[in-house]
């Protein structure tokens, strides 16, 4: 367990839904830091996410949020990099220098932009049957895993040779695009990245949903 985190602190509450891949986001950022955490799932279906409790902690009524013993936070990028800079060794995750820091931002935007809109999108048409173009979400998936292809050439994680933040925020839904009617057979790149982060100690992975045959 990380030095920096008291052990006679109570667990990190984890608000989520599991097939979330922003809820999981926040999960593998916790278990990759060994950190003591609970989760507690929100009926978003029958809004529970919507109830006042819920919104005192999360005020746009989102998964995931987190309660770190009185300490509340919403949005699964900032969670993130707020268990980086509290349990982690801060430089290795968010940048040893100003060009690993800028080029890990970089990929955060990435995540709540070209990831949301591709991979992300496309699999809350099939697995929670949102109504969105689904042609067009994938097509998007497939522009972005084109650059990343290319990025990853070579490469064993986004911007260095070690995990970062980067890494972090882009699994979740890059892995399980597949569930989306998102392929990943042409992409050798992305899914040796995305091996390598499965093999980091204390990995956790995300619940499986079934890759629909067609769309």
Sequence with gaps: MNTRFSTDANPIK?????????????ELMMALLDLPYETIEVDMAN??????????ISPFGQVPAIDDNGTTLSDSNGIIAYLAERYGDTPDWVGRDPVEKAQVQRWLSVAAGEIFAGPCLARLVTVFGAPFDHAACVAKSHALFEVMEKHLDGKSFLVS???????????????HAPEGGVSLDVYKNIRSWLANIEAQPRFVGMVKSPIPAAV
């Design 14 to 26: 984890l608000y989520r839904v599991a097939k979330s891949g922003h809820s999981h986001r926040a």
């Design 47 to 56: 809004g529970e996410h919507k109830a006042s409790d819920f919104l005192a």
């Design 161 to 175: 040779e070690r995990l970062t933040l980067a890494d972090v925020a882009g699994y979740s839904y890059i892995a």
